[in-house]
């Protein structure tokens, strides 16, 4: 990847001074489970629609949970916007037939593009992966079998810092790149505090030989205890802990000190030529979009319908 010079400064302009907002980015939200939550995310979709996302994906709860929520939110945002939704689906739990049924059914409501994704055991495996008796083993045979039913566009997830259950930085990639061999057209990966760890990570990759495009996550997160419950592997720096030392009960400063980090690794991920971004919303429009505007990018005058 070229690595482009910073935007050119005075040395009293603001970092962001200058960013020419020529970036494409794309949003991930979960199937609400209430009526309240349900005007939350359809208010954040409203947010972050004018920005002209590439996509929106919508997560698929551990074992398929949220199964019936996540076609239900795909479905109303081909009906009703113009967004482009991209659909989780993992294996846990469903047999090959089951999945052929959803992929299906989401194809027929006119979703083009999948997220296919192994997925989380439910809490009643005790955290081990079992594979399903007559379902797919993993995230790269998943992929082989929505690729052969219809011409899906294919996503996968990335681990810049290694799936907790790889046994090696090597056998990560080769599992990466056994399902970008299956079909897949893209990678996102799991979110990290580093630019300089995704850059080393895509190193690595292109040595492997993907290809790829593979997206940066961004997690503009609200609390150190959910970063670290969701992180898997994701190293949390010193430096971040000392900033939210003494705001457990300060929801406000820690939102914004979270902006923050995640705009200004955004920034130097530009600055070493990214141009797509990909954030973990948490159904929350505020932050993805204050980040966006420091990047430069604008809503469109005429942003995507919102029914």
């Not at 919508?58 to 019936?68: D, F, H, I, L």
Request: one cysteine or more.
């Amino acid at each position: 990847m070229k690595t482009l010079d910073p935007a050119p400064l005075s040395i009293d302009a603001p970092l962001f001074a200058g960013l020419a907002g020529d970036i494409a980015v794309s949003f991930e939200f979960f199937p609400p489970k209430s009526e309240a939550m349900e005007t939350q995310l359809w208010d954040a979709i409203g947010a972050l629609a004018p920005l002209d996302p590439a996509f929106v994906s919508v997560t698929y709860g551990a074992g398929g949970s949220t199964r019936e929520r996540t076609h239900a939110t795909v479905a109303r945002l081909v009906r009703d916007t113009a967004l482009v939704p991209a659909a989780h689906l993992t294996c846990v739990g469903a047999s090959r037939g089951e999945i052929a049924e959803i992929a299906e059914r989401y194809w027929a409501a006119g979703v083009r593009h999948v997220v296919a994704l192994r997925g989380d055991p439910p809490p009643t495996a005790g955290g081990q992966f079992v594979a399903h008796p007559d379902g797919y083993a993993n995230a790269a045979d998943l992929v082989a079998g929505l690729a052969a039913r219809h011409p899906f566009e294919l996503s996968v997830a990335a681990y810049p810092e290694g799936h907790p259950e790889s046994p090696s930085p090597k056998a990560d990639l080769d599992n990466l790149k056994r399902k970008i061999d299956a079909g897949a057209t893209r990678a996102i990966t799991q979110f990290f505090f580093s630019a300089d760890t995704y850059f080393r990570f895509l190193d690595r990759a292109l040595a492997a030989g993907i290809t790829v495009p593979i997206l940066p996550g961004i997690m503009p997160f609200t609390s150190l205890a959910g970063i670290r419950r969701m992180g898997g592997n994701t190293h949390v720096p010193d430096w971040l802990e000392a900033m939210f030392t003494g705001l457990d009960d300060r929801p406000g400063p820690r939102a914004l000190i979270s902006a923050v980090v995640a705009a200004e690794l955004c920034r130097r991920l530009y600055q070493g030529g990214v141009r797509d971004f990909h954030f973990y919303t948490l159904n929350r429009a505020d932050q993805a979009f204050a980040i966006c505007q420091l990047l430069g990018l604008r809503p469109a005058a005429d942003g995507p319908a919102q029914g």
